[in-house]
């Protein structure tokens, strides 16, 4: 019982989960682990599985965090290239090179941002579910 099963169990978990409803893939969680476990190892078992999920859905709270991603600073060095393109435009100089760089920073900005909403909603799926089994696994060493 390494945390590299654990860590697998959880995937696959995860992507029954996905696939499947909660009670579904808690159920197939149940089956590996009793086909694996047995007794008192696999109340141990479970109740590590419940730890690393709730760790896992912590660890996913703060991967939600735009600034724990490279895009942020893409993002900014973008939107500062976008600014002083305006800025030179505004002033009269339009040259290819300002309107080259203008539209190369609006388009920086805009694949920086649709990338760190993608990272958000699919860390707050991932906590979700990790957080749920977490619960899942509490309610029934509770029973």
Known sequence: MDTYTIDIEIEHYY????ATSSREACRRLYLRAISRFNGAELEKYLHRVQNHAAVYASL?????????HVE??????????FVASVVMASNGDTT??????M??????MINCS???????????VREAVFRELAEQLNEESTL
Do not use: C, H, W
């Not at 996913?60 to 724990?68: D, E, G």
């Not at 539209?103 to 920086?108: L, P, T």
């Not at 990338?115 to 707050?124: D, P, Q």
């Open 60 to 68: 996913n709270r703060m991967l939600q965090s735009p600034f724990r």
């Open 103 to 108: 539209s190369a920073a609006a388009v920086g």
């Open 72 to 81: 942020t600073p893409l993002f900014l060095s973008s939107l500062v290239l």
């Open 114 to 124: 649709r990338r760190l909403f993608g990272y958000r909603k699919e860390y707050a």
């Open 96 to 101: 290819p090179m300002i309107a080259g760089g």
């Open 15 to 18: 992507g029954d989960r996905m």
